[in-house]
């Protein structure tokens, strides 16, 4: 998983860079966890859950996105793509829209390793810490 963590001048953000089959990884941690310490620790304590088998999966549904962590993967997607082609009214969206030659977002689902996505989250709470 290549990835690039930058902070942009203008608007003060972090920003989280990722290869494009990881891509939606970056909104997600920009979105749901931001410069949230405190998120990135409950997110690191339920891998370590995981990982010793206190847990066998952990579904947390963020206001975008949501993320499935196992013992094999973790997946992050959009919440759209989980719920179907709902819209912000829970309404269908048009059958011009969901055609199946229509891609709304190519990338709307990712997935990775426990170990790696461990070390993604340290790395992330690194660099937010080093721009206060």
């Not at 793509?81 to 819209?87: A, E, H, R």
Request: aromatic share 6%; hydrophobic share 40%.
């Amino acid at each position: 998983m290549e990835y690039e963590f930058v902070h942009d001048a203008i608007t003060g953000e972090a920003r989280a860079l990722f290869s494009l089959e990881h891509e939606v990884i970056g909104p997600w941690i920009e979105v749901e966890v931001g410069r949230n310490v405190t998120k990135i620790n409950d997110l690191l304590s339920a891998i370590d859950g995981i990982s010793t088998g206190k847990s066998h999966e952990l579904l947390i549904t963020g206001s975008e996105y949501s993320i499935t962590l196992s013992k094999d993967e973790v997946s992050i997607q959009t919440n759209v793509s989980m719920n179907g082609s709902l819209d912000e009214h829970g309404e269908g969206l048009s059958d011009m829209l969901t055609d199946d030659h229509i891609h709304l977002d190519e990338n709307e689902i990712a997935g990775c390793g426990l170990d790696d996505f461990n070390a993604l989250l340290l790395s992330w709470r690194e660099f937010i810490s080093g721009l206060r």
